[in-house]
T-cell receptor
Framework: DTAVSQTPKYLVTQMGNDKSIKCEQNLGHDTMYWYKQDSKKFLKIMFSYNNKELIINETVPNRFSPKSPDKAHLNLHINSLELGDSAVYFC?????????????FGPGTRLTVT | GQQVMQIPQYQHVQEGEDFTTYCNSSTTLSNIQWYKQRPGGHPVFLIQLVKSGEVKKQKRLTFQFGEAKKNSSLHITATQTTDVGTYFCAGFPVLYNFNKFYFGSGTKLNVKP
């Protein structure tokens, strides 16, 4: 069973389009994250939700809007896509009250904007 | 702002050689985690260090947390081709109350057979 799943795995789209990436975790964790990994492999946190509440909102353009319908799901909607949005987007989850907080990452969504 | 720096950026070694990556934070960390990302894969949790001066071992991997809890290292003894990947540290600053980790820039390890 996949612990953290993301769809789609690959996304190729044109500039100006709107797209969504979905994430689901079946680990029972209460915290979920979105990360962006650029071509140089830098992992940058974008958002974090704890029990459906937004707790981390890094300096991310307003075109990016996360939505957490429940604890197990965290989706990312991107409006008016730009070339610079091309990257791999990782969803992750963790359990906040566990001692180690280790994060479990999804397989990633490779977004290519042309 | 908070930064977690990691060096080197790249390391190419011959199989059997040792490898070390270093992580340095500008502020004190409550804990530090290490992740490994295989080519084309996603980061996978390796270990967490919490105590000042802590040393943990996992087979050929040795992890250290500095006395001041501002730096950490990962050492791999006698590298194998299965060690290929990018190793990230992720630090959790003491000043923050959230599950917010600052990831280092990563060290990409290539092992020649």
């Amino acid at each position: 069973d996949t612990a953290v799943s993301q769809t789609p795995k690959y996304l190729v789209t044109q500039m100006g389009n709107d797209k969504s990436i979905k994430c689901e975790q079946n680990l029972g964790h209460d915290t979920m994250y979105w990360y962006k990994q650029d071509s140089k492999k830098f992992l940058k946190i974008m958002f974090s939700y704890n029990n459906k509440e937004l707790i981390i909102n890094e300096t991310v353009p307003n075109r990016f809007s996360p939505k957490s319908p429940d604890k197990a799901h965290l989706n990312l909607h991107i409006n008016s896509l730009e070339l610079g949005d091309s990257a791999v987007y990782f969803c992750a989850s963790s359990q906040r009250d566990r001692p180690s907080y280790e994060q479990y990452f999804g397989p990633g969504t490779r977004l290519t904007v042309t | 702002g908070q930064q977690v720096m990691q060096i080197p950026q790249y390391q190419h070694v011959q199989e059997g050689e040792d490898f070390t990556t270093y992580c340095n934070s500008s502020t004190t960390l409550s804990n530090i985690q290490w992740y490994k990302q295989r080519p084309g894969g996603h980061p996978v949790f390796l270990i967490q260090l919490v105590k000042s001066g802590e040393v943990k071992k996992q087979k050929r991997l040795t992890f250290q947390f500095g006395e001041a809890k501002k730096n950490s290292s990962l050492h791999i003894t006698a590298t194998q081709t299965t060690d290929v990947g990018t190793y990230f540290c992720a630090g959790f600053p003491v000043l923050y109350n959230f599950n917010k980790f600052y990831f280092g820039s990563g060290t990409k390890l290539n092992v020649k057979p």
